[in-house]
Nanobody
Framework: VQLQASGGGLVQAGGSLRLACAAS????????MGWFRQAPGKEREFVAT????????DYSDSVKGRFTISRDNPKNTVFLQMNSLTPEDTAVYYC??????????????????????WGQGTLVTVSS
């Protein structure tokens, strides 16, 4: 599975960005997808996850209410809509995928160690 993240950039505080992650190489609906981020000098942290079916989502407390994860299975793409951005959101954002059987398509995953595939990251910089 190959994951390609895009959509990062420079935005002012209070602004919005929409990240996208395109997947190839596996039936997309069997992938539980997640977004993580890593700020300079900090460890990678969980941001959001969405089940293969798209019906279940989970967010970190720091982004809940501001970020929305979604997916378009026919287009093999997962999105992260980020609103009300603050300088604390500045980081490299990574998408990740976890292979699951179709019977587990409702599962979401928080730990980074639970994911099988990773994209290359896209930089988000929020200026104050």
């Amino acid at each position: 599975v190959q994951l390609q993240a895009s959509g990062g950039g420079l935005v002012q505080a209070g602004g919005s960005l929409r990240l996208a992650c395109a997947a190839s190489g596996r039936t997309f609906s069997t992938l539980n997808m997640g977004w993580f981020r890593q700020a300079p000098g900090k460890e990678r942290e969980f941001v959001a996850t969405i089940s293969g079916s798209g019906g279940n989502t989970d967010y970190s407390d720091s982004v809940k209410g501001r970020f929305t994860i979604s997916r378009d299975n026919p287009k093999n793409t997962v999105f992260l809509q980020m609103n009300s951005l603050t300088p604390e959101d500045t980081a490299v954002y990574y998408c990740a995928g976890r292979s699951l059987t179709s019977s587990r398509r409702y599962i979401t995953t928080r730990p980074a160690a639970g994911y099988d595939y990773w994209g290359q990251g896209t930089l988000v910089t929020v200026s104050s």
